[in-house]
């Protein structure tokens, strides 16, 4: 059985409406373009409505042809690291599963969305243009905290959030999860409702997403965790 399908041969609403919460997403890249670059490893961790941790992922990415993994000094990734692990579109079977029916998060979430999404419509896991429920913890940060940078490690020191591995795809993950668990208790603490309420029950009515399970199980054991 072929890992990564060219059409994803199943759609499941009602399988993503049994999965509400956030899904918090990191990827580490060969640079800033998401028309030009190439995703090298990423990170997932699904969170429940309250923001608590019930699973996690993550995968290097290999790259075919790629001659210059970008800055290494960064996310400290080389091509030998690279090499064997699956293609981005290996996983997107696997990725759509995990995202679908959830808010979808990042530091910066314009940043990571605009490298996965792209891959997801062209493979048919999601159509053209997706309008997905999301939240920014770098936007958001203002809401929440006092900060004078809204970096991943400042918004992180000035509430207390663990960032060990700063730029390895699941430990920015998990830090960004931290973050929001931190603004939803804030919220909880000044009297108001959920901040993202409407934002979880748009992903929950959301039924554009497309995967193939058999594949998502074939693909979660192609991970390459760093």
């Known amino acids: ?7 994803p041969t199943s759609h499941c609403p009602q399988a993503a409406r049994g999965c509400t919460g956030f899904a918090v997403v990191d990827v580490e890249t060969t640079g800033l373009s998401a ?3 190439q995703v090298l490893e990423i990170g997932v961790v699904q969170l429940d409505a309250a923001g608590q941790e019930q699973q996690s992922w993550s995968s290097l990415i290999g790259v ?7 800055p290494t000094d960064i996310h400290g990734l080389t091509l030998a690291d690279l090499a064997g692990a699956p293609a981005l579109d290996q996983l997107l079977d696997l990725l759509a599963q995990h995202l679908a029916g959830r808010v979808l998060v990042a530091h910066n979430v314009r940043f990571d969305l605009g490298f996965l999404v792209p891959a997801l419509v062209s493979s048919g896991h999601l159509p053209p243009e997706p309008s997905l429920p999301q939240v920014c913890t770098m936007r958001s940060a203002r809401r929440f905290i006092t900060t004078p940078s809204r970096s991943l490690r400042s918004c992180c020191t000035a509430v207390g959030v663990p960032l060990e591995q700063h730029h390895t795809a699941l430990a920015d993950a998990r830090a960004c999860a931290g973050l929001l668990r931190h603004y939803l208790q804030v919220a909880v603490g000044r009297g ?3 901040p993202w309420d409407e934002e979880l029950a748009a992903a929950q009515e959301l039924d554009c997403w497309h995967w193939d399970a058999a594949a998502a199980r074939e693909q979660a054991r192609l991970l390459r965790p760093r």
């Open 64 to 70: 075919e042809g790629l001659h210059n993994a970008g």
């Open 35 to 37: 028309q030009r670059d």
């Open 192 to 194: 108001q409702a959920g």
């Open 1 to 7: 059985m072929s890992t990564a399908s060219a059409a």
